[in-house]
């Protein structure tokens, strides 16, 4: 078509060699030009070219020019290659949604692995340390006052406490020192790990197994007078089960004769000469600390104060640290700098205790009495609970 419009036009009609000629140049030209669309259509053909115009796209400062030559596609890639999705593949950065939705997931992931560093880290401020089996246990005994020197104690910087009562050494051994381990606090190598269940006293198979885990555990008694303390314990389990026999009918197989029912346990607890025989037999009596769960309620700075020394820690924990809620009838620990509040035993602590008639006391005393006796002896230190 390009032949015959320009040989009708430019050359004459009679000149068949000049004809010729411009047939032979079209033909050339129309080569020459489907030559250069396919080599510019190529990149890896001519990879410099790309190379060259993407540069000139660059060098152009215009604000005009840059626009106009946007429309380019080299120019309109290099564009998109150099704005906020450059670092993404092709396909991201030219769906916004499912970019901004790469980047969501992108942050949770990284969120993800800083929490997971977090837990693994032992500097951490929130979880600093290592968990490790206890220095030092509160083994006893129920009612006696455990629960305050357990609170009274992890104040001090260099005691960690387990709040709950383990029960590992009684009633779940089977899961192993790894399990137990696990309920642990992370401490530093400077603190004491420590955890409290006052049943172990009275648990035949507690010294053993403790020995097993470390015969240098520290063991803490919270002892008190056992008359008082069996009535303590039948008062909690009132509360609990209001349908049982009096405190009388439980604690006497026979009343009129004087003859105490040893197999109720809160009459049991109570006998403690028995329960130490028993733990002396893994323990040395230096390993053992015995606290007053009297003194505890009438001098607690003093009672703490010797917890401290045999815990072998400075004696931080003092006077300024208590006040008596009269309310309740025990020491409480004032206002830490932490909290708004005092801090005091919950409302299961400090019951008033049921009514028992008095010739009834004198019985239990009496009962008590050489048990009492021998332990003084045993421990060098008489209680004065006669």
Same mark, same amino acid.
């Given at each position: ?46 990879? +410099? ?97 455990? +629960? ?5 104690? +992890? ?232």
């Amino acid at each position: 078509m390009a032949y015959r419009v320009l040989s009708s036009r430019i050359v004459p009609p009679s000149n068949k060699l000049s004809r010729r000629f411009l047939f032979v140049f079209t033909l050339s030209l129309s080569f020459t030009y489907l030559c250069y669309s396919v080599l510019f259509c190529s990149g890896t053909v001519m990879p +410099r070219l790309h190379g060259f115009e993407e540069h000139g796209c660059a060098r152009l400062e215009s604000a005009g020019a840059k626009k106009l030559l946007q429309k380019a596609p080299f120019c309109a890639a290099e564009s998109a290659q150099s704005g906020p999705n450059a670092a993404l593949p092709r396909s991201e950065a030219a769906s916004p949604a499912r970019n901004q939705s790469g980047r969501r997931a992108a942050a949770q992931s990284a969120r993800t692995e800083a929490a997971r560093s977090k837990a693994g880290n032992g500097t951490s401020a929130q979880r600093y340390g290592n968990k490790k089996l206890p220095n030092a246990l509160i083994v006893g005994v129920k009612k006696g006052g455990t +629960r305050a020197v357990l609170e009274f104690i +992890r104040i001090h910087p260099d005691v960690r406490a387990v709040g709950t009562e383990p029960h590992f050494f009684d009633r779940n051994y089977d899961k192993g020192l790894d399990w137990y381990r696990g309920l642990m606090p992370r401490t530093l190598d400077s603190q004491i790990t420590m955890e409290k269940t006052p049943s172990y006293f009275v648990t035949r198979e507690a010294p053993r197994r403790i020995a097993s885990m470390s015969r240098e555990t520290k063991l803490i008694v919270v002892v008190r007078n056992p008359v008082t303390r069996a009535i303590s314990d039948y008062t909690q389990t009132l509360s609990k089960k209001p349908d049982i026999p009096t405190f009388e009918e439980l604690a006497f197989k026979n009343r009129s004769q004087g003859v105490v029912d040893t197999s109720w346990n809160a009459i049991r607890i109570g006998m403690y000469i028995l329960h130490l025989e028993n733990w002396l037999q893994y323990f040395r009596l230096s390993q053992i600390h015995f606290v007053s769960g009297e003194r505890l309620i009438t001098d607690p700075a003093g009672e703490l104060g010797r917890v401290q020394d045999f815990l072998g820690l400075k004696r931080i924990i003092t006077d300024k640290h208590f006040y008596f809620n009269r309310t309740k009838g025990f020491p409480c620990l004032k206002k830490p700098e932490s909290s708004s509040l005092p801090r005091c035993l919950g409302k299961s602590k400090g019951r008033t205790h049921v009514q028992i008639d008095q010739e009834v006391i004198e019985q239990l005393r009496d009962f008590y009495r050489p048990f009492n006796v021998k332990f003084y002896e045993m421990v060098g230190h008489d209680f004065r609970w006669d």
